[in-house]
Every structure is written in structure tokens, then in C-alpha cells.
């Protein structure tokens, strides 16, 4: 089991920035992937962005693409979440995800997942 603790959510106006962090404790040898998620009040949760924990490939939501990036440091046990051009829609509950044994999945999937943090509220001001 992995337990993963958000941080870096608030209050930003538009077109601003925001870089979430998740750290990692418990069985961190063992994450294979890790990945984003937000949630508005009333829609499903949807991904943002994901990152394969060994070789860093990424995947990315159509509408963050060329504003968000996913980046982790291994050694830190952490992955980021570097938002950019903030816009309202971006607005919801930001949570991260690992999934902690190599297996075939599908990263957007929020049921492939094994392990979910608290998430972080982001709420982006017109």
C-alpha cells in the first residue's frame, strides 16, 4: 500500500499558475504509475495527466495539453503537477493516484488505480 499526501492548491486568478505536489510513503519500491485527477462539483471525475514511474513517459488530458506538466523525482518519492495558464474550467478537487503493481492498465481509468490521496482544491478566479 501507498499513501499519498497532496499539497500547493488555493485561490489563483486566471491565467495564473499553480504546482501541486504528491508525496509518497508506505511501499514506494512498488509504484508503477502515477497520475492526476480532478473532480467539479456536479461532473465525474475526469484525468489530467499521468506519468510511468520508471521511464517517465507521460500522458496528458486534451484540454491541459501545452499548459500542465506531470514531472516526478523518484528519489523523492514525489510527483508534481505544474499548472500554467490557469483557466476557471481548470476549478475542482485535484487528487493523485499510484498504481502499485506493474500490470496492463489504462492510465485514465480512475478505477485501475490502488491508491488515492485526500486532493487538493484549485480554484481558479475569473
Known amino acids: 500500500q501507498v499513501q499519498l499526501v497532496e499539497s500547493g492548491g488555493g485561490l489563483v486568478q486566471t491565467g495564473g499558475s499553480l504546482r501541486l505536489s504528491c508525496a509518497a510513503s508506505g511501499r514506494t519500491f512498488s509504484i508503477y504509475v502515477m497520475g492526476w485527477f480532478r473532480q467539479a462539483p456536479g461532473k465525474e471525475r475526469e484525468s489530467v495527466a499521468a506519468?510511468?514511474?520508471?521511464?517517465?513517459?507521460?500522458y496528458y488530458a486534451d484540454s491541459v495539453k501545452g499548459r500542465f506538466t506531470i514531472s516526478r523525482d523518484n528519489a523523492k518519492n514525489t510527483v508534481y503537477l505544474q499548472m500554467n495558464s490557469l483557466k476557471p474550467e481548470d476549478t475542482g478537487v485535484y487528487s493523485c493516484a499510484a498504481v502499485s503493481v506493474r500490470r496492463t492498465m489504462v492510465v485514465t481509468r480512475p478505477d485501475a488505480y490502488d491508491d488515492w490521496g485526500q486532493g487538493t482544491q484549485v480554484t481558479v478566479s475569473s
Open positions: 506519468i510511468n514511474w520508471s521511464v517517465g513517459s507521460t
